[in-house]
């Protein structure tokens, strides 16, 4: 079992998978990570919607200019939050979910990365979800990296920035 140092250390952005779908516990594992973040005084002002259909996943991917990864993954999730107005600290919760749930998914040998949604009003009407209360700026792909892609630990391009810069 992976360590949670080690699963911080070794995670990368990967964005190619393979077709395999992931198995339900480890969807579920996933999003029960996410779910248990912590939040600002426990609000848990997120909401998750978990997307295995090819298709969806295929015009979500066109809603974010680095969104193309969506198509090929196994699973998205995208993290709903309420608007600024209503709860200010929401994104930065809605991170912390993001983190808890990618770090998860490492643990169990799914890879993920992060995109931005440029065109949430497409989200709204594809997926039905009421604008006025929610915003939907991000979501994760998830799935088993394709053949050779991720799960080797070589060091970052560039490398991190040391720990006194």
């Keep these: 079992m992976m360590n949670v140092s080690e699963a911080i ?27 248990r973040s912590q939040s600002s005084k426990n609000r848990q002002a997120w909401r998750f919607i978990a997307i295995q259909d090819r298709e969806t996943l295929k015009k979500i991917s066109k809603m974010g200019t680095y969104a193309g990864h969506l198509a090929g993954a196994a699973l998205g999730v995208l993290i709903l939050t309420p608007p600024p107005a209503k709860f200010y600290g929401a994104l930065f919760d809605a991170g912390q979910a993001a983190a808890y749930m990618q770090l998860a998914a490492w643990e169990l040998g799914v890879a993920s990365c992060l995109a931005t949604l440029h065109e949430p009003e497409k989200a709204y009407e594809l997926l039905g979800i009421p604008e006025e209360e929610w915003q939907v700026l991000m979501a994760i792909s998830f799935g088993y990296p394709a053949k050779g892609k991720g799960l080797h630990f070589r060091p970052l391009r560039g490398g991190r920035r040391e720990f006194d810069a």
């Design 9 to 35: 250390r070794t995670k990368r952005a990967v964005r190619e998978f393979r077709k395999e779908p992931l198995p339900e516990k480890d969807v579920r594992a996933i999003l029960n990570a996410g779910r």
